[in-house]
Protein backbone atom coordinates (compact mmCIF):
# COMPACT_ATOMS: atom_id res chain seq x y z
CA UNK A 1 0.00 0.00 0.00
CA UNK A 2 1.63 3.66 -1.17
CA UNK A 3 1.64 5.85 1.46
CA UNK A 4 0.47 9.15 0.88
CA UNK A 5 3.00 11.89 1.46
CA UNK A 6 2.57 15.04 3.51
CA UNK A 7 1.77 18.04 1.48
CA UNK A 8 3.71 21.24 2.97
CA UNK A 9 3.34 24.74 1.78
CA UNK A 10 6.68 26.22 0.93
CA UNK A 11 7.62 29.52 2.29
CA UNK A 12 3.61 29.89 2.26
CA UNK A 13 4.08 30.92 -1.44
CA UNK A 14 1.02 32.12 -3.28
CA UNK A 15 -1.31 32.90 -0.37
CA UNK A 16 0.20 36.60 -0.57
CA UNK A 17 2.54 38.56 -2.78
CA UNK A 18 5.69 38.42 -0.20
CA UNK A 19 6.56 34.93 0.65
CA UNK A 20 5.79 33.64 4.19
CA UNK A 21 4.20 37.36 5.52
CA UNK A 22 1.79 37.77 7.97
CA UNK A 23 -1.66 38.01 5.88
CA UNK A 24 -0.14 34.87 3.83
CA UNK A 25 0.18 33.39 6.90
CA UNK A 26 -3.68 34.18 8.31
CA UNK A 27 -4.89 33.36 4.52
CA UNK A 28 -3.04 29.46 4.77
CA UNK A 29 -4.18 29.19 8.23
CA UNK A 30 -8.33 29.69 7.05
CA UNK A 31 -7.30 26.56 4.55
CA UNK A 32 -6.94 24.26 7.62
CA UNK A 33 -3.52 23.93 6.27
CA UNK A 34 -1.39 20.85 7.14
CA UNK A 35 1.79 21.84 7.07
CA UNK A 36 4.41 25.35 6.28
CA UNK A 37 7.89 25.40 6.03
CA UNK A 38 9.06 28.37 6.59
CA UNK A 39 13.19 30.21 7.06
CA UNK A 40 15.01 31.90 9.59
CA UNK A 41 17.48 34.65 9.63
CA UNK A 42 19.50 36.33 12.33
CA UNK A 43 19.61 40.07 12.90
CA UNK A 44 22.27 42.35 14.21
CA UNK A 45 20.31 41.55 18.15
CA UNK A 46 20.81 37.94 17.66
CA UNK A 47 17.07 37.47 16.99
CA UNK A 48 15.21 35.63 14.71
CA UNK A 49 13.15 37.01 11.67
CA UNK A 50 11.08 34.27 8.78
CA UNK A 51 12.95 35.25 5.01
CA UNK A 52 14.53 33.23 3.00
CA UNK A 53 17.06 35.58 1.86
CA UNK A 54 19.72 37.07 3.99
CA UNK A 55 18.20 40.64 2.15
CA UNK A 56 15.21 41.55 2.09
CA UNK A 57 14.13 44.37 -0.66
CA UNK A 58 12.37 47.48 0.05
CA UNK A 59 10.53 48.44 -2.86
CA UNK A 60 12.11 48.51 -6.20
CA UNK A 61 15.35 50.32 -5.31
CA UNK A 62 16.77 49.31 -1.39
CA UNK A 63 17.74 46.08 -0.31
CA UNK A 64 18.91 45.49 3.28
CA UNK A 65 20.84 42.63 4.61
CA UNK A 66 19.04 41.47 7.92
CA UNK A 67 22.32 40.67 9.64
CA UNK A 68 22.81 44.74 9.42
CA UNK A 69 19.87 45.72 11.51
CA UNK A 70 17.96 44.87 14.89
CA UNK A 71 14.65 43.18 14.73
CA UNK A 72 13.10 46.18 15.45
CA UNK A 73 14.89 48.58 12.69
CA UNK A 74 13.67 45.49 10.34
CA UNK A 75 10.35 45.41 11.62
CA UNK A 76 9.94 49.23 11.39
CA UNK A 77 11.66 49.74 7.83
CA UNK A 78 9.68 47.02 6.60
CA UNK A 79 6.03 48.77 8.06
CA UNK A 80 6.84 51.74 6.20
CA UNK A 81 8.08 50.68 2.97
CA UNK A 82 5.08 48.15 3.22
CA UNK A 83 1.88 49.28 5.29
CA UNK A 84 -0.55 45.87 4.25
CA UNK A 85 2.36 43.76 4.74
CA UNK A 86 4.74 42.69 8.09
CA UNK A 87 7.96 40.55 7.96
CA UNK A 88 7.37 38.02 10.85
CA UNK A 89 9.85 37.92 13.78
CA UNK A 90 10.24 33.61 14.55
CA UNK A 91 8.26 34.39 17.71
CA UNK A 92 5.37 35.71 16.56
CA UNK A 93 4.73 33.74 13.46
CA UNK A 94 4.79 30.81 16.30
CA UNK A 95 2.21 32.52 18.41
CA UNK A 96 -0.52 33.12 15.37
CA UNK A 97 0.48 29.19 14.37
CA UNK A 98 -0.25 27.82 17.43
CA UNK A 99 -4.04 27.94 17.84
CA UNK A 100 -3.98 25.53 14.68
CA UNK A 101 -3.14 21.95 13.94
CA UNK A 102 -0.52 22.66 11.80
CA UNK A 103 3.03 20.65 11.44
CA UNK A 104 5.86 23.46 10.92
CA UNK A 105 9.20 22.76 8.96
CA UNK A 106 11.98 25.50 9.91
CA UNK A 107 14.60 25.62 7.85
CA UNK A 108 18.04 27.33 9.58
CA UNK A 109 19.95 29.07 7.26
CA UNK A 110 22.19 30.63 9.56
CA UNK A 111 24.33 28.95 12.26
CA UNK A 112 24.63 29.67 15.78
CA UNK A 113 21.32 30.17 17.36
CA UNK A 114 20.29 27.00 17.60
CA UNK A 115 19.57 26.84 21.06
CA UNK A 116 17.69 29.99 20.85
CA UNK A 117 15.46 28.42 18.12
CA UNK A 118 14.87 24.85 20.11
CA UNK A 119 13.60 27.03 22.91
CA UNK A 120 11.19 29.38 21.53
CA UNK A 121 9.56 26.25 20.52
CA UNK A 122 9.38 24.68 23.45
CA UNK A 123 7.93 28.22 25.25
CA UNK A 124 5.18 28.02 22.40
CA UNK A 125 4.86 24.30 23.29
CA UNK A 126 5.27 23.61 19.55
CA UNK A 127 8.53 21.41 19.49
CA UNK A 128 6.45 18.11 19.37
CA UNK A 129 4.73 19.48 15.88
CA UNK A 130 8.30 21.21 14.26
CA UNK A 131 11.05 19.60 11.91
CA UNK A 132 14.00 21.39 12.10
CA UNK A 133 15.63 21.40 8.23
CA UNK A 134 19.21 22.48 7.18
CA UNK A 135 21.41 22.98 4.13
CA UNK A 136 24.47 23.07 7.15
CA UNK A 137 25.33 19.59 8.67
CA UNK A 138 26.54 21.50 11.68
CA UNK A 139 22.94 22.88 12.56
CA UNK A 140 21.27 19.84 11.82
CA UNK A 141 24.06 17.74 14.48
CA UNK A 142 23.44 20.58 16.43
CA UNK A 143 20.24 20.70 17.10
CA UNK A 144 20.32 17.06 17.52
CA UNK A 145 22.52 16.92 20.20
CA UNK A 146 20.02 19.59 22.25
CA UNK A 147 17.04 17.59 21.70
CA UNK A 148 17.40 14.05 20.16
CA UNK A 149 14.05 13.96 19.85
CA UNK A 150 13.11 16.57 17.32
CA UNK A 151 12.62 14.95 13.58
CA UNK A 152 15.77 16.86 11.55
CA UNK A 153 16.16 17.35 7.71
CA UNK A 154 19.29 17.56 5.35
CA UNK A 155 19.15 19.34 1.85
CA UNK A 156 21.50 18.50 0.06
CA UNK A 157 22.33 17.73 -4.14
CA UNK A 158 23.16 13.85 -4.74
CA UNK A 159 26.21 13.76 -6.92
CA UNK A 160 27.35 10.88 -8.80
CA UNK A 161 31.40 12.14 -8.64
CA UNK A 162 33.30 15.14 -8.72
CA UNK A 163 33.33 15.39 -12.11
CA UNK A 164 28.99 15.41 -11.82
CA UNK A 165 29.78 17.91 -8.57
CA UNK A 166 31.13 20.65 -10.72
CA UNK A 167 28.75 19.90 -13.89
CA UNK A 168 25.49 20.39 -11.55
CA UNK A 169 27.74 23.38 -9.39
CA UNK A 170 28.24 25.82 -12.50
CA UNK A 171 24.69 26.27 -14.08
CA UNK A 172 23.37 26.11 -10.60
CA UNK A 173 25.24 29.18 -9.71
CA UNK A 174 24.44 30.53 -13.29
CA UNK A 175 20.31 29.61 -12.56
CA UNK A 176 20.88 31.15 -8.81
CA UNK A 177 22.36 34.47 -10.21
CA UNK A 178 19.64 34.90 -13.32
CA UNK A 179 16.88 34.48 -10.49
CA UNK A 180 18.54 37.04 -8.62
CA UNK A 181 18.37 39.47 -11.59
CA UNK A 182 15.04 38.60 -12.15
CA UNK A 183 13.73 38.77 -9.02
CA UNK A 184 16.14 41.82 -8.50
CA UNK A 185 17.36 40.43 -5.63
CA UNK A 186 20.90 41.39 -4.45
CA UNK A 187 23.91 39.28 -5.55
CA UNK A 188 25.18 37.01 -2.03
CA UNK A 189 27.56 34.21 -2.00
CA UNK A 190 26.88 30.67 -2.05
CA UNK A 191 29.58 28.36 -0.87
CA UNK A 192 29.34 24.95 -2.41
CA UNK A 193 30.95 21.59 -0.88
CA UNK A 194 31.41 17.95 -1.80
CA UNK A 195 31.18 15.25 0.73
CA UNK A 196 32.09 17.11 3.30
CA UNK A 197 28.73 16.78 5.20
CA UNK A 198 30.17 14.48 8.32
CA UNK A 199 31.77 17.10 9.75
CA UNK A 200 31.27 16.72 13.50
CA UNK A 201 33.17 19.87 14.72
CA UNK A 202 30.42 22.73 15.89
CA UNK A 203 31.69 25.89 14.62
CA UNK A 204 33.25 28.56 17.18
CA UNK A 205 33.15 32.03 15.47
CA UNK A 206 30.86 34.34 15.61
CA UNK A 207 27.80 33.44 12.79
CA UNK A 208 27.87 37.42 12.16
CA UNK A 209 31.12 37.14 10.50
CA UNK A 210 29.54 35.07 7.18
CA UNK A 211 26.00 35.83 7.64
CA UNK A 212 24.74 37.10 4.06
CA UNK A 213 26.35 33.54 2.58
CA UNK A 214 24.88 30.38 2.14
CA UNK A 215 26.62 27.19 2.06
CA UNK A 216 24.62 24.35 -0.13
CA UNK A 217 26.37 20.81 0.03
CA UNK A 218 26.64 18.22 -2.88
CA UNK A 219 27.06 14.63 -1.46
CA UNK A 220 27.66 11.28 -3.64
CA UNK A 221 25.01 9.30 -2.96
CA UNK A 222 23.79 9.10 0.07
CA UNK A 223 24.43 11.04 3.51
CA UNK A 224 27.00 8.78 5.85
CA UNK A 225 28.45 9.09 9.30
CA UNK A 226 26.76 10.69 12.59
CA UNK A 227 24.32 13.08 10.10
CA UNK A 228 22.97 10.13 9.02
CA UNK A 229 22.65 8.16 12.46
CA UNK A 230 21.24 11.82 13.99
CA UNK A 231 18.85 11.56 10.75
CA UNK A 232 17.72 7.77 11.46
CA UNK A 233 17.46 8.03 15.12
CA UNK A 234 15.02 11.02 14.79
CA UNK A 235 12.76 9.62 12.20
CA UNK A 236 13.71 12.32 10.03
CA UNK A 237 14.18 12.91 6.08
CA UNK A 238 16.54 14.18 3.60
CA UNK A 239 15.39 16.84 1.12
CA UNK A 240 16.38 16.96 -2.71
CA UNK A 241 15.33 18.73 -5.80
CA UNK A 242 12.74 17.22 -7.67
CA UNK A 243 15.62 17.48 -10.60
CA UNK A 244 17.96 15.02 -8.66
CA UNK A 245 15.66 12.60 -7.51
CA UNK A 246 16.05 9.15 -8.90
CA UNK A 247 14.58 5.12 -8.33
CA UNK A 248 18.02 4.50 -6.41
CA UNK A 249 18.52 7.12 -4.11
CA UNK A 250 14.77 6.91 -2.88
CA UNK A 251 15.88 3.27 -2.89
CA UNK A 252 18.71 3.59 -0.85
CA UNK A 253 17.01 5.42 1.74
CA UNK A 254 14.12 3.14 1.98
CA UNK A 255 17.08 0.81 2.86
CA UNK A 256 18.28 3.14 5.34
CA UNK A 257 14.26 4.00 7.04
CA UNK A 258 15.15 8.09 5.96
CA UNK A 259 12.25 9.19 4.91
CA UNK A 260 12.34 11.63 1.39
CA UNK A 261 11.16 14.72 1.08
CA UNK A 262 11.28 16.92 -2.79
CA UNK A 263 11.10 20.52 -3.05
CA UNK A 264 11.43 22.63 -6.13
CA UNK A 265 7.37 21.73 -6.85
CA UNK A 266 5.74 24.66 -8.91
CA UNK A 267 3.09 23.14 -11.57
CA UNK A 268 0.39 19.60 -11.76
CA UNK A 269 3.33 18.12 -14.22
CA UNK A 270 6.26 18.01 -11.64
CA UNK A 271 4.19 17.04 -8.95
CA UNK A 272 2.59 14.39 -10.62
CA UNK A 273 6.56 13.07 -11.60
CA UNK A 274 7.67 13.83 -8.17
CA UNK A 275 5.24 11.96 -6.74
CA UNK A 276 5.87 8.76 -8.95
CA UNK A 277 9.34 8.33 -6.86
CA UNK A 278 6.72 8.08 -3.73
CA UNK A 279 8.04 10.49 -1.55
CA UNK A 280 7.05 10.68 2.02
CA UNK A 281 6.88 14.51 1.65
CA UNK A 282 6.39 17.23 -0.89
CA UNK A 283 7.00 20.82 -0.76
CA UNK A 284 4.97 22.79 -3.03
CA UNK A 285 4.53 26.41 -4.36
CA UNK A 286 0.95 27.11 -4.64
CA UNK A 287 -2.05 26.93 -2.66
CA UNK A 288 -3.04 25.37 -5.72
CA UNK A 289 -1.00 22.61 -5.91
CA UNK A 290 -1.99 22.06 -2.38
CA UNK A 291 -5.44 21.84 -3.74
CA UNK A 292 -4.61 19.57 -6.66
CA UNK A 293 -2.56 16.98 -4.42
CA UNK A 294 -5.30 16.26 -3.03
CA UNK A 295 -6.93 14.34 -6.13
CA UNK A 296 -3.59 13.42 -7.87
Known amino acids: ?34 AIEIDIRISKDNQLVINHDAHFTLGN ?26 ILAFSEFLERIKPSKAQVFIDIKEYGQE ?20 WLPETVLKCHSLNPAIPLCFSYYPALSMLHYFLQKFPLSIANSISRLKDKRPYFKTNYFYNSCARTDF ?7 Y ?18 EAIVSS ?17 AYKELKVKCMVYGI ?5 LRNALAFHPDAVLVDSPALLDAAKSI
Not at 3 to 25: E, M, N, Q, W, Y
Not at 203 to 209: A, E, K, R
Not at 212 to 228: N, R
Open 115 to 134: EMILQTLKDCDLLERSTIVS
Open 211 to 228: RGTDHEHFVKGTISGPLL
Open 203 to 209: PTYDSMD
Open 61 to 86: TKNILLANYTLPEILSLCSETYPDYS
Open 1 to 34: MTTVPLFISHRLKGFDTHDASASGLAKALKTEIN
Open 266 to 270: KDEDE
Open 235 to 251: HGYICIHRAACTSGIFR
